[in-house]
């Protein structure tokens, strides 16, 4: 009951700022979170078949749902939406419920980023200004800052895409860190062996086809690899700039002059302005507002800003409110990327 | 069920059926079945409390599990795949030195391009981005092949069950790559795939396992005590 009341102290506080309460299915179709996530995230899923054989499953965000709700229903103008609700994962932890309640609002297909960016972060603090929570940390990041970095450092294309794709799952990212600081993932006694038979196979039709692969897609990618190598010395100089990014840790009103210095410092001619930065102050005795270079993100839809709010309870901070700009989501649920930016409130740190 | 009674459940076919049977030969325990060699029960001569039930490997695990059978022989890549209710249930008493075989993940040997994980990682997202689909693994052990591949960062694929035959499966179309389990990787090279090079995703051998709901048997340990020394 006291859970019930909150939500709706809250969503009232939501729709105070123009966002419009909306209804979201509980159940959807298991493939857009298998294109979105992969088989591993499948697994976590209450799901199930219709009697025409279509696979369906309990929400296990409400992020996807709000997002598929407005492809569907070809909405084209900007619509700020927000809803409450649970979500429904499997978990393997006993003390972890099965149901997340949260409440999500965003704002969806409006092209003026950095200000619905603010509008997002503000309607967040105006929520923690109203949670009955005396200390929090407001923590602000931009994924668009850890590509640019890649981009600029000497290493193969592959590489470059592999750490920004990997950047949100830390566990893995580190893993990848240790072998480009370390192994090789060309063999050279392997290349050898394999370049005769690449001579043969290019002399050979192109089109040809090898589980799902043309002649030509893998000779291509063969011979990219091959002209590409990556040199020991400088996977260890690359691997200690990044790993001296992620320690960027700072006053966000500090963020760009830090950056530019770092920047300056390894020769990687980037310039941070206020662009990478939805807000820059605050006057707020009792919030601590820091810009982290490494903020888990624990999402890998995340394309650009990102924050936190954590909240002391007892004698640790909690996560109370995350989110960020999340423009590829829909993409990579097969449709076309439509802007989006919005926010969750974890509402079991009321437990 | 007579319930001091010992239910032993033993590969019935093939190799391990063999291979297993020659672990109660070495310790002079007769096996033998009346209505001959295909009967799928059987008694231990002079052990009138122990009865013999011959089933598939798979229904092997499934058994103890239920507490059906007090001790069984089986893959430790069957147990592996099993879900967490039926692992829970059970543990191995001792792993033995034959049926040895790894579970391995194996692309087309054409695919020059493909040497590791990381390969394979940009292969899959290649698939998804260009393809619109995802790359999809044929395998009849899905849980360790899900597992794997997500721990070394590969997760954009899809997993096509496989009840044998899997590695065919490449060729004609029902999938790009496959897991399966091999001992000398013959097979696997004579249907022109190859396994990665950082593809092992499990060694198993056979092993001797009890149901967990059996422990209460005090003639079971004394068994399980002649068969381990």
Sequence with gaps: MKLKNL???????????????????????????????????????????????????????????????FIQNKKIKKDK??????????????????????IGFEILGSNDKQKEDREIIETSIKLLNNSGFKRAVLKIGNVELFNLLVKKLDIPRRWKIRLKRYYWNEKYF?????????????????????KSRFIKMRKDNQNKI???????????????KIKDPRRASSGKT??????????????????????????KKHNLNIVVGKEFFPINKLNNKNLKIEFSTSLPLEAEFYSSMIFSIEVKKGLKFRNFISGGRYDQLTNSLGFKSVPAVGAAIDMNVYD | MIKDNINIGLPSKGRLRQDTLDVFKKKRLKIYSERGERDLFGRIKKLPNIKIIFLHARE??????????????SGYDLLKESTINTQKNISIKKKFNFGKANLVLAIPDLWLDVQTLLDLDEVADEFKKKKKRLLRVATKYPNLTRDFLYSKGVTQFQLVQSLGSTEVSPFTGTSEII?????????????????????EILKSEACMMVSKLSSKKKRLKSFINLLTK
């Design chain 2, 179 to 199: 897991s399966d389990i091999t001992s000398t990787g013959a097979t696997l090279k004579a249907n022109n795939l190859r396994i990665l090079k950082d593809g």
């Design chain 2, 60 to 73: 092997c695990i499934e058994q103890l599990s239920l507490g059906n059978i007090d001790l069984g022989f």
């Design chain 1, 81 to 102: 939406v927000c809803y409450s609700g649970g979500a429904f994962r499997k978990t393997y932890q006993k003390k972890d419920s099965i149901i997340k309640n949260q």
């Design chain 1, 238 to 263: 690359n691997t200690k700039i990044i790993k001296e990014f992620l320690k960027v840790k700072c006053k966000l009103e500090n963020a760009p002059e830090r950056l530019n210095i770092f920047f």
């Design chain 1, 7 to 69: 939500s709706e102290k809250i969503l009232r506080l939501i729709k105070s700022k123009g966002f419009k309460n909306i209804e979201l299915d509980p159940v959807l179709e298991t493939k857009y979170i298998l294109q979105r996530s992969g088989e591993n995230f499948k697994r976590l899923l209450f799901s199930f078949y219709d009697l025409n054989g279509k696979e369906l499953c309990l929400r296990p965000d409400l992020t996807i749902s709000s997002v598929l709700r």
């Design chain 1, 174 to 194: 580190n893993e990848l860190l240790k072998r480009l600081e370390t192994n090789s993932d060309i063999d050279p006694v392997f290349v050898e062996i394999d």
């Design chain 1, 210 to 224: 090898i589980a799902g692969r043309t002649f030509k897609e893998i000779l291509d990618r063969f011979d990219m």
